[in-house]
């Protein structure tokens, strides 16, 4: 009983999650579905009523003196409800068709909305392919469901109640083997379900690794080719491969007893209807063989209904599992609370351009150590503040913090005096310009990308893209090539290299006219010559604007208003470079590993 109990509570479960998909129908939809429900409905009645009508013209045949006429008569009228059944059941499909085209098209548009406001600690939770495969695949696996729900789920609880409503005066002894029947078909769905869902679960997440590996090994072709490791990640996908096709191979497995089981069944209740009928027609007297030969015929037609209705609902046990998954991964992205979210907005600040640390602690989500720790420095207007330290002491960290990508666990970071989390998002992004550690294209032309964002000010004009491209010494970029600005960029800026990908990324960054640039080693694939003239271009024509530059090279920052040196997460100096030579041990041996001391004197 126990066991009984557990597996009811299990399937209750999942039937709930099952429908949690409902829950995103417009008013709409719900109407739609109201509609496809009752024309599913007389769809039914009219296949029910085709029965009667095989009764009628059965028992003309049968009983002697039948007119031809009344036979056609009957025959008429049964292929009338054949007719409007079929255009009953068309209208039905339309109409499903629309739900789920419409629940696929809401569902997105919130998906979309929500991985949108996410912060990066969330989406680095779900991961890009994970989320990839939830705004598609998961998507359309509900989409199907949807269709097939309400032209299968729907339609067989109505088809078996009608059925049994019809046949429910009927011989006992029929009645029994019906029952036994449906039974049978109750028990083989529900160990098909119980041992096929948990495989059907895990095909999901096998999806989102398969989907990995593939973009792993599209975006780094090149990598690949030159470490000769094409026989390595060919490996590796073959692995994943291999694991989803066992785990779908399994689950079908399972399901395909399915199908057999029930035409066995189905099979079977003729069989033993016809052969009850057999011996109560043979013990019946003369006058009443006939009515009981109909009957029989008429029986077991609507038993054959009832078993039908319960085999439409094993689509849905092979569709289902996969779908109740999809269902649930698609909810947990929607319900996701982002953790940045917007503040109650700054009507006006005293202060333009200024950035400041506040004793400020920052530590990732679940992460056993902080990166940061009581960070505390000041930005004023025009300033160049350079940020330098080894390899992993928080200097992406720490800037990740002023335009929230990440929020800090302890202290303050204000720009231009207020808290940056009583800015909105919108505010506070709209006074920044970022600048990126990894170049970010986007698919469209050199104007598109440099013109990206409106900055709260509307569309940028020709005149303010060409500022920008000049500006961060990309104009040579633009005349290299017959198109100018338009010339076509591809997904990731795939066709332009490093260095090009790093101009138009500053230059897009600049034509925002933004109170603070944000550059997040954002120099390091320029020469020297072209990164020297890039910060004396910019010195000059953005005088007003604070610059906050992440940099690994010495020659980057040298000439900044105020250097801070990060060592494992705390400040161990601030200052300019000459002074940092003098008084920080530790910015005076990054500077030696990249200059000599003779160049550092002249420097």
């Known amino acids: 009983m126990q066991v009984s109990a557990s597996l009811f509570r299990e399937a209750f479960k999942e039937g709930e999650r099952m429908l949690s998909f409902v829950r995103h129908f417009t008013k709409r939809d719900w109407g739609a579905v109201i509609v496809a429900v009752a024309l599913i409905g007389l769809s039914v009645w009219l296949e029910l009523l085709m029965i009667d009508y095989i009764k009628d013209i059965t028992k003309l045949v049968v009983i002697p003196g039948s007119e031809i006429g009344e036979i056609l008569i009957a025959g008429g009228k049964m292929l009338l409800c054949a007719l409007a059944s079929f255009l009953v059941t068309v209208l039905v499909t339309v109409i499903t068709g629309f739900i789920a085209s419409n629940y696929s098209f809401n569902v997105r548009a919130k998906l979309y909305d929500a991985v949108e406001s996410f912060s990066m600690a969330q989406i680095n939770r779900f991961s890009t392919p994970s989320l990839i495969t939830r705004s598609t695949n998961d998507i359309t696996q509900v989409q199907t469901m949807i269709v097939m729900g309400l032209l299968v789920i729907v339609r067989a609880p109505i088809m078996a109640a ?47 690794n398969i989907n990995r590996i593939t973009r792993e090994n599209l975006t780094g072709i090149r990598v690949i080719r030159a470490y000769n490791a094409e026989a390595y990640q060919k490996e590796k996908f073959e692995k994943a491969n291999a694991e989803i096709t066992k785990n779908n191979m399994t689950a079908h497995r399972i399901m395909a007893i399915m199908m057999p089981s029930m035409m066995l069944i189905m099979n079977g209740i003729s069989v033993i209807v016809y052969w009850i009928g057999a011996y109560l027609i043979n013990d019946a007297p003369l006058m009443g063989k006939a009515d009981l030969f109909l009957d029989m015929a008429v029986f ?69 150590e902080g990166v940061l720790e009581n960070i505390s420095f000041s930005a004023k ?24 990508f990440y929020d800090c666990t302890e202290g303050e970071v204000l720009v231009d005096g207020v808290n940056v989390k009583d800015y909105t998002l919108e505010q506070l992004h709209n006074k ?172």
């Open 162 to 208: 009608f059925a049994i409503t019809k046949i429910a005066d009927k011989n006992s002894e029929w009645m029994f083997s019906t029952g036994v029947a449906v039974v049978l078909v109750i028990i083989v769905l529900a160990v098909c379900f119980l041992f096929a869902h948990p495989r059907f679960k895990k095909i999901q997440a096998l999806t989102d």
């Open 300 to 368: 077991s037609q609507y038993a054959l209904m009832i078993i039908m209705a319960f085999m439409m609902v094993n689509m849905i046990f092979i569709m289902g599992p996969r779908a109740m998954v999809a269902s649930k991964r698609i909810n947990e992205v929607i319900d996701t609370k982002s953790t940045v979210t917007d503040g109650k907005g700054v009507d006006h600040t005293d202060k333009h351009g200024e950035v400041e640390f506040k004793n400020v602690g920052f530590r990732y989500p679940d992460a056993a």
């Open 381 to 404: 207007q025009g300033e160049t503040v350079a940020i330098i330290g080894s390899t992993g002491c928080g200097k992406s960290s720490l800037i990740n913090l002023i335009p929230r």
């Open 432 to 603: 920044i310009g970022y600048i990126p550690q990894r170049a970010v294209l986007f698919s469209g032309d050199i104007n598109t990308n440099v013109a990206f964002g409106d900055n709260g000010k509307g569309d940028y004009t020709q005149d303010d893209v060409s500022r920008a491209v000049r500006i961060a010494q990309a104009q040579e970029i633009v005349d290299s090539y017959d198109e100018g600005f338009e010339h076509p960029v591809a997904q990731g800026g795939s066709n332009l290299s490093g260095g090009q990908k790093q101009r138009i990324c500053i230059a897009r960054a600049i034509c925002r006219n933004p109170e603070i640039l944000i550059f997040d080693d954002s120099f390091s694939a320029l020469d020297y010559k072209t990164d020297r003239t890039l910060r004396e271009t910019l010195k000059k024509e953005t005088a007003g604007t604070t610059n906050i530059i992440v940099a690994q090279r010495i020659g980057t920052i040298k000439d900044a208003d105020k250097i801070i040196v990060l060592d494992e997460g705390k400040i161990a100096a601030i200052g300019k470079h000459r002074e940092l030579l003098k008084n920080c041990e530790i910015y005076k041996e990054i500077a030696l590993s990249q200059l000599s001391e003779e160049e550092l004197k002249n420097a």
